[in-house]
């Protein structure tokens, strides 16, 4: 099993582009999410999802889109970027229920800069 | 909403020494979950270890305990033996479960532990 896998993991970016941030887990999760770490605030979650076709917003939403399609990837879109955006972001997937979801199994996480 | 407070930015231990790391958090939630993340340099979330807020025994994993303490709503990481190797940043995390929702984790701010040799 590769686990949770995310690219790219470095990026820079200026202000205005688009881009889409990668995430695959071959472990047939049904929960997946993003989450953004910053300096001093630790991670806090932006978008998330239960299933294919089934999205949900988090703590932090705003400027970013997420689609599910199929039970592996779980991409992060940012239409516009904007130098706010500038973090590192980790891409995690559970089970939705049973002993074991609890255990959230993170990716390596992608460096963003936008400039 | 729950709340996750690490009030110690950073700290510093001699290798073989024991450090504690401090967390408290708020919450109205009886059942829930709480975990200590290391994050090494390489950035990878790495967790450490999970406690059940149902369970009254403390949660041992090797040289990582934890001392819970549910009314005070403290949960507070001791590492025994430090290693090199545990020089990271550590999250204290609280998990609420929302059934076929999911969960939610909420992170501190991160402690970052340098051990010395």
């Known amino acids: 099993n590769a686990g949770v896998t995310q690219t790219p993991k470095f990026q820079v970016l200026k202000t205005g582009q688009s881009m889409t941030l990668q995430c695959a887990q071959d472990?047939?999760?049904?929960?997946m999410s993003w989450y953004r770490q910053d300096p001093g605030m630790g991670l806090r979650l932006i978008h998330y999802?239960?299933?294919?076709?089934?999205?949900d917003q988090g703590e932090v939403p705003n400027g970013y889109n997420v689609s599910r399609s199929t039970t592996e990837d779980f991409p992060l879109r940012l239409l516009s970027a904007a130098p706010s955006q500038t973090s590192v972001y980790f891409c995690?997937?559970?089970?939705?229920?049973?002993?074991?979801?609890?255990?959230?199994?993170f990716g390596p996480g992608t460096r963003l800069t936008v400039t | 909403a729950q709340t996750v407070t690490q009030s110690q930015p950073e700290m510093s231990v001699q290798e073989a020494e024991t450090v504690t790391l401090s967390c408290t958090y708020d919450?109205?939630?009886?059942?829930?979950?709480l975990f200590w993340y290391k994050q090494p340099p390489s950035r990878q979330m790495i967790l450490v270890i999970r406690?059940?807020?149902?369970?009254?025994q403390n949660a041992t994993e090797n040289r990582f305990s934890v001392n819970f303490q549910k009314a005070a709503k403290s949960f507070s990481l001791k590492i025994s033996d430090s290693q090199l190797g545990d020089t990271a940043m550590y999250f204290c995390?609280?998990?609420?479960?929302?059934?076929?929702?999911?969960?939610?984790?909420?992170f501190g701010e991160g402690t970052q532990l340098t051990v010395n040799p």
């Open positions: 995690a997937s559970s089970y939705l229920a049973g002993v074991s979801s609890y255990e959230q199994y």
């Open positions: 472990m047939n999760h049904e929960y």
């Open positions: 999802s239960v299933g294919a076709g089934i999205t």
């Open positions: 919450t109205s939630e009886n059942n829930y979950y």
């Open positions: 406690q059940e807020a149902y369970k009254q």
């Open positions: 995390a609280f998990m609420k479960r929302l059934g076929t929702s999911g969960s939610r984790l909420t």
